[in-house]
Each structure stands twice: as C-alpha cells, then as structure tokens.
C-alpha cells in the first residue's frame, strides 16, 4: 500500500507556472505507474498526464500537451507536475494517484490510491 500526499497548489494568474509534487510512503513507489487528474466544479474527474516505472515514458492529455510536464524522483519518493501557460480552464483540484498494476492508463477507475487533492486556480 502507498500513501499519496500532494503539495500545496495556489493561485496564479493566466499564462503563469505551478509545480506540484505528490510525496508517496513506503518503499515501493517505484513499481508504480502514476498519474495525474483534475476535477473542476460540477464536472467529472479527467486524466491530465501519466508516467511509468521509471520516468522514461510519458502520456498526456489533450489540453495539456506543450504545457504541462510529469517527471519523477524515485530515489525522493516524490511525483511532479509542472504547469505552464496556465489557463483559467485549468482551475481545479488536482489530485496523484498510484496504479498497482497498469501502465500509463488514462481511466481514474484504473488507478488503485490517490491524494486527497489539491487546489489550483488560474486567475484570468
């Protein structure tokens, strides 16, 4: 089992930059592929981006591809997502999940532990 803690997220103006990192417990995080999703107001969960095992490849959503970077530290325990260009669309909790036995899968079902979100808000 993983425990995912995300970092704090903010508030940013339109075409700023955010990072946010996710720390996971415990000594496996390495086996795991990871993602990241978003959730605004009154919409379902997206996938916004995923990495594998060992940081090499990388899938991305759409909207974000260009923008949005996810890397990885396994020595540090810790998931990234760099965010720039923001957009006002962009607004919403972000949340790191950890999928036990995938690989870059885009469906938040997939997906076997998750943070408990953090907010972000572009400003316009």
């Known amino acids: 089992q993983v425990q995912l803690v995300e970092s704090a997220g903010g508030l940013v103006q339109a075409g700023g930059s955010l990072r946010l990192s996710c720390a996971a417990s415990g000594r496996t995080f390495s086996i795991y592929s990871m993602g990241w999703f978003r959730q605004a107001p009154g919409k379902v969960r997206e996938f916004v981006a995923a990495?594998?095992?060992?940081?090499?490849?990388?899938k991305y959503a759409d909207s974000v591809k260009g923008r949005f970077t996810i890397s990885r530290d396994n020595t540090k325990n810790t998931l990234y997502l760099q965010m720039n260009s923001l957009k006002p669309e962009d607004t919403a909790v972000y949340y790191c999940?950890?999928?036990?036995?995938?690989?870059?899968?885009?469906?938040?079902?997939?997906?076997?532990?998750w943070g408990q979100g953090t907010q972000v808000t572009v400003s316009s």
């Open positions: 990495i594998g095992w060992s940081g090499s490849v990388t």
């Open positions: 999940a950890a999928d036990k036995g995938g690989f870059l899968r885009s469906s938040s079902s997939a997906y076997d532990y």
